[in-house]
């Protein structure tokens, strides 16, 4: 069973900056796409960034140019780099893994807070 875990989550100062990792059981690279996503209170679920098998990286419009997504290979982790974090930014952060056979796999971690004080 595949199992994703969250960390880096906590509350920093508007302007700061935070680093979540997303860890997966599995090989990284087995998963065709791994997506972090946040939801903050009362709204729809926003994707953040994605990134695939190759290295492709997406962003959402809101964190262009202020979030980093990237891969480590040899530590099965997928981590977002996150600068000049802004109150808006706050919501529970969770990580999902796709993996794409017969049928589209989807694995999801169970969140991890991130809070931006003004």
């Known amino acids: 069973q595949v199992q994703l875990v969250e960390s880096g989550g906590g509350l920093v100062q508007a302007g700061g900056s935070l680093r979540l990792s997303c860890a997966a059981s599995g090989d990284i690279l087995s998963f065709n796409v791994i997506t972090w996503y946040r939801q903050a209170p009362g709204k729809l679920r926003e994707l953040v960034a994605t990134?695939?098998?190759?290295?492709?990286?997406n962003y959402g419009d809101s964190v262009k140019d202020r979030f980093t997504i990237s891969r480590d290979n040899a530590k099965n982790t997928v981590n977002l780099q996150m600068n000049s974090l802004r109150p808006e930014d706050t919501a529970v952060y969770s990580c999902?893994?796709?993996?794409?056979?017969?049928?589209?796999?989807?694995?999801w971690g169970q969140g991890t807070q991130v809070t931006v004080s003004s």
């Open positions: 999902k893994a796709a993996k794409i056979t017969d049928r589209v796999y989807e694995y």
């Open positions: 990134i695939s098998k190759a290295g492709t990286t």
